[in-house]
Nanobody
């Protein structure tokens, strides 16, 4: 059974850091593009960042490029079948449920591209 399980979320004060993880199981995801999305209360799910299967190409959302620039880093360890999102200098507006997603081959910022989703991990940033 293919499964993605996120972890690492929690409550953190503004300015703090969190490292989210997404452990994949059921098969190797070393040929899958993977991504992080987030959904804040009352808002639609939105793209955060993605990474190619090789890890050589990364993409970050341009919707809030300025506010997120330099604060997020997406990475992966194919040997561990795990995706990461390092978030620094967190702000209250980063509060959301963060989801990881995967698709064989390549993916874009469109959520419909992705075939596999985790259940999400809550990130709450207090001011």
């Amino acid at each position: 059974q293919v499964q993605l399980v996120e972890s690492g979320g929690g409550l953190v004060q503004a300015g703090g850091s969190l490292r989210l993880s997404c452990a994949a199981s059921g098969r190797s995801f070393s040929r899958d593009a993977m991504a992080w999305f987030r959904q804040a209360p009352g808002k639609e799910r939105e793209f955060v960042a993605s990474i190619s299967w090789s890890g050589y190409r990364t993409y970050y959302s341009t919707n809030y490029a300025d506010s997120m620039k330099g604060r997020l880093t997406i990475s992966r360890d194919n040997a561990k079948n795990t995706l990461y999102l390092q978030m620094n200098s967190l702000k209250p507006e980063d509060t959301a449920v963060y989801y990881c997603a995967a698709v064989r081959g390549s993916g874009t910022s469109y959520s419909g591209d992705y075939d596999y989703w985790g259940q999400g991990t809550q990130v709450t940033v207090s001011s």
